[in-house]
Nanobody, 118 residues
Framework: QVQLVESGGGLVQPGGSLGLACAAS????????MEWYRQAPGLQRELVAT???????YYAESVKGRFTASRDNTKNTFYLRVNSLRPEDTAVYYCHARPGVAGLPEYWGPGTQVTVSS
């Protein structure tokens, strides 16, 4: 069974940094576009970062210049470096595997909590 497991969340002060990771098991990782979403209480889940199978990255305007997505296909792991954190970045961060080829299923991780507070 395919599993995505996020790690690296926690409590950090404003201006701080965290490194999130999403480890995928039993997934043909290189065939998937990997995405980080986040969901704050009372708000809809929003896409914050995407990395394609070719390594191109895309970011939400609210996180550009502060968040950096990367992937290591040899380790089946997807990363998000989050810098200059703000209280409004507080959310549960979810890893999403979106198929880059037709006919494959998508997968979600259970999420990791990021709290930015002094």
């Amino acid at each position: 069974q395919v599993q995505l497991v996020e790690s690296g969340g926690g409590l950090v002060q404003p201006g701080g940094s965290l490194g999130l990771a999403c480890a995928a098991s039993r997934l043909v990782f290189r065939l998937y576009i990997m995405e980080w979403y986040r969901q704050a209480p009372g708000l809809q889940r929003e896409l914050v970062a995407t990395i394609t199978t070719g390594g191109s990255t895309y970011y939400a305007e609210s996180v550009k210049g502060r968040f950096t997505a990367s992937r290591d296909n040899t380790k089946n792991t997807f990363y998000l470096r989050v810098n200059s954190l703000r209280p409004e970045d507080t959310a549960v961060y979810y890893c999403h595997a979106r198929p880059g080829v037709a006919g494959l299923p998508e997968y979600w991780g259970p999420g990791t909590q990021v709290t930015v507070s002094s």
